[in-house]
């Protein structure tokens, strides 16, 4: 563009004018050498250090319009053409280290990490110092010197990259089964919280494996053992327990561990219709409620100390014929409610006690929930039969009896045997 006609500030004013108005117009220099030439002539022109300020201000703007640069470049320079003269471009007068390792020398490490399968950084130059110093190879003359620290540099080059096949990083292997996220059941019971507890090791063997499953909103509970948490065992009772829960089963919440998430329980869940989800990373009460019950239902009950796998089946007669009932018809569980305290944060108090039976009872239009064929005057049956503490004091017998028939083979340790008279009932 030839701005020669241009030669006052009003020209100038009308020019910025139009400009402004239209924003599709717009001015580049070629290089910046033009950019500096064409800076210092307009500045040369209007005599811009005898102009008042706001006629500067004229110039500065024009400057930007058509050379785009920054109002703090532009000041720069300015002070350059005010301390010198006129503007010109900058040397760099840095101080550059001479290369030590050639591109051959990068050629000759990439064949030696080719032939041993990239070795560590102590290895591979070692491997350099017997090169050149015991078979006489000249082209390790350089290398045989070289620090541990500047291989992995020419291990970084893009030389080395381009040239060697196996330069990748490690990847994750995505797991497309469940869906990262924390149910949110709305009030509504169905949605299902899973978690394993293991039963000690004794001498290299591994105990037997407690299964909780918890309703979120209801937290009504059901407990099964198995030998291990293998697919051939787990399958079966996971079938048997979902089937188990007298309302309709939406969503089945675990944590990552492979024992829920993999194709054969998913392909269960499809089939019976229910959605998995599993925890997200870092946030640790995803599955909390379960992790909770862990501690207050199974470890008060089975205790800590190994219990033999072979003791699965027995327990789990127990746990159909008693525990799973006392669990859902007989033991009040707390429920939380939530208010706001002075300073707006949300805490929860729990001031509601009842079992999960009468949770579910209590919930609106709670009839809607239950599975066909499923009434609450079949329940009411079972859970009126026996009262609390007549339930409570039948299975402490069941469990003094099932310790002597255990210990009877020797299966249970004696420990195990005094935490099962224990005749507290919580």
Request: charged share 25%; hydrophobic share 35%.
């Amino acid at each position: 563009m030839d701005d020669s006609h241009i030669t006052s500030i009003n020209q100038i004013k009308e020019f910025l004018k139009v400009a402004n108005q239209d924003s599709q117009i717009k001015f580049q220099s070629c290089s910046r050498t033009e950019r500096y030439s064409w800076i210092n002539g307009i500045l040369n022109k209007f005599r811009y250090f005898s102009l008042r300020k706001k006629d500067k201000g004229m110039i500065r703007a024009y400057i930007s319009s058509m050379t785009g640069i920054s109002d703090t470049q532009l000041t720069r320079l300015v002070k350059k053409k005010h301390q010198f003269g006129h503007i010109f471009l900058a040397r760099r007068n840095q101080h550059q280290f001479s290369s030590i390792y050639t591109t051959d020398d990068v050629a000759s490490l990439v064949l030696t990490d080719s032939a041993h399968g990239r070795l560590s950084g102590q290895a591979t130059k070692r491997i350099f110092q017997r090169e050149f110093k015991i078979f006489e190879n000249q082209k390790f003359i350089r290398l045989q010197n070289i620090s541990v620290g500047h291989i992995y540099n020419l291990r970084g080059r893009k030389q080395y990259i381009s040239n060697t096949i196996f330069w990748q990083h490690t990847k994750s292997t995505p797991v497309s089964i469940g869906e990262r996220r924390k149910p949110r059941p709305e009030g509504k019971p169905g949605f299902i919280r899973i978690d394993t507890v293991h039963q000690g090791d004794l001498d290299k063997e591994k105990g037997l494996y407690h299964i909780n499953f918890v309703d979120e909103v209801t937290q009504w509970e059901y407990v099964a053992c198995v030998e291990r948490i293998s697919e051939y065992y787990l399958l079966p009772i996971l079938e048997e327990i979902l089937r188990l829960f007298p309302f309709i089963v939406i969503n089945f919440h675990s944590d990552n561990g492979s024992e829920f998430i993999n194709k054969i329980v998913a392909r269960l869940l499809n089939k019976l219709l229910i959605h998995q989800t599993k925890s997200r990373p870092r946030h640790s009460n995803d599955n909390g409620l379960v992790e909770g019950k862990n501690g207050s239902v199974i470890r008060k009950c089975w205790g800590r100390n190994f219990i033999s796998k072979d003791c699965a089946e027995v327990i789990n007669d127990f746990n159909r014929n008693y525990f799973n009932l006392y669990l859902c018809y007989h033991r009040p569980c707390g429920f939380a409610t939530e208010f706001m305290d002075s300073k707006g944060k949300i805490k929860k108090k729990y001031d509601t006690y009842m079992t999960p039976y009468e949770k579910l009872k209590s919930l609106p239009n709670a009839i809607q929930f239950l599975k066909p064929g499923i009434t609450f005057e079949k329940l009411d049956k079972i859970a009126n039969e026996k009262s609390d503490n007549e339930f409570a004091a039948l299975m402490q017998k069941a469990k003094v009896e099932l310790s002597s028939k255990l210990n009877h083979h020797n299966q249970l340790p004696t420990v195990f045997t005094s935490l099962i008279s224990c005749p507290s009932i919580d």
